[in-house]
């Protein structure tokens, strides 16, 4: 009895092997390994734009970060009806069917930039509600689940602002490296995170803080100030957290991988972005040096935006390298360099043509208003109806660039 006993136990832990164990993402060496225990090299895109909006993609210029986007589109239709528009617009840009097609192309992953504000009780996106992050989130993370997506959630905007310029949505000056306040919120904040999806398998992990570090600012005060950051933000995480990975982004953009020492955590996967270099291996030899020397994974989180031979020949180079990749962005507007386009609506030229008008008081705005209200309304309605995946034209160039297969 004892030895039949002592087989079924043997034969339960041989079934039991640390494949079916693992579950959660996990590093191994240079390489990030999948659920099964394999590596798993990151094939996707960003969802910009979604929140965290992007004047670019609006088809603007100087008005470029979401606070400044959403001042233009209440001076030109007020409060509420701008309330009214955030509404529909965080419905319609993102849904189960843009996941699916995303799905379909062949990715493995995508990468979603959020506010930090929308976790807290600022007015963001025409809401104040502390829980709107998660609702969002749980949602696109639910569709994920569905199609065998993973997921990296990206703070794109840190309280004070890590970047000091428009993408962090702050005051042109990386506060957050100064102020105490606005670290322990934002530690704060991932905690909170990590703690709600503490046991998500559908989530890889959890990329930090976006680009922080300008290049125009002060390096040798600021670098150093990023490792503590990151290593005060970890602690938090891991005090509700053991199971997913953390992205750390260089200074300078995610460009510069000097501030950091040796790994501090055994899920540690360092991230660079690259855009309009050449796309070749001396442009990356620097983060590959660095993986090689700590035996740690690296990943470009954001690149693209560039013509399609481009776009290829730096994916195989990544490839080739063992460099999981996320392009920017899936979806923009009149614009072919991303997965998808959608067409510009009829009078929007008027909402272009707005905000990029230079209004520095209240007459400069009184005056710049456009005359026909109802036409601009007309105009931002178009936007909300031609951004739904249904009206969006996929760039089959570059889907095929990046190794995906267009719909048929």
Known sequence: MFKKFTCICLLALACYSPVTAQQFFSVNGKNVTGPDGKPFAMKGTNLGNWLVPEGYMFGFKDVNSPRLINQTITELIGPDEARTFWKKFLEVYITAEDIHYLKSTGMNSIRIPFNYRLFTTEDYMGSSNPARGFEYLDRV????????????????????????????????????????ASQEQCTAIWKRIALHYQNEKTIIGYDLLNEPIAHYFDKD????????????????????????????????????FQPFEKPFDSKLVYTFHKYWTPPT???????????????????????GENEDAWVETF???????NIGWHYWPYKKIDNSRGIVSFGKPAFYDSVIAYAAIQKNNFEDIRKSRPADAALIKKALDGFLENCRFKNCVQNAGYIRALGFIPKQ
């Open 315 to 321: 994916r195989k180079m990544l490839d080739s390298n």
């Open 221 to 256: 005060h600021f670098n150093p100030l990023l490792e503590p950051l990151y290593k005060m933000i970890t602690k938090a995480i891991r005090s509700v957290d053991k199971n997913h990975l953390l992205f750390l982004g260089g200074a300078q953009w995610d460009s510069n």
């Open 141 to 180: 993370i639910g569709w994920c689940k569905k199609e065998k997506l993973y997921v990296l959630l990206d703070m794109h905007c840190a309280p004070g602002g890590q970047t000091g310029d428009n993408i962090d949505d702050g005051y042109g000056y990386p506060f957050l490296f100064e102020s105490r």
């Open 281 to 303: 291996k001396p442009m990356v030899q620097d983060y590959i040096d660095f993986s090689n020397k700590y035996n740690v994974p690296v990943y470009c989180g954001e690149t």
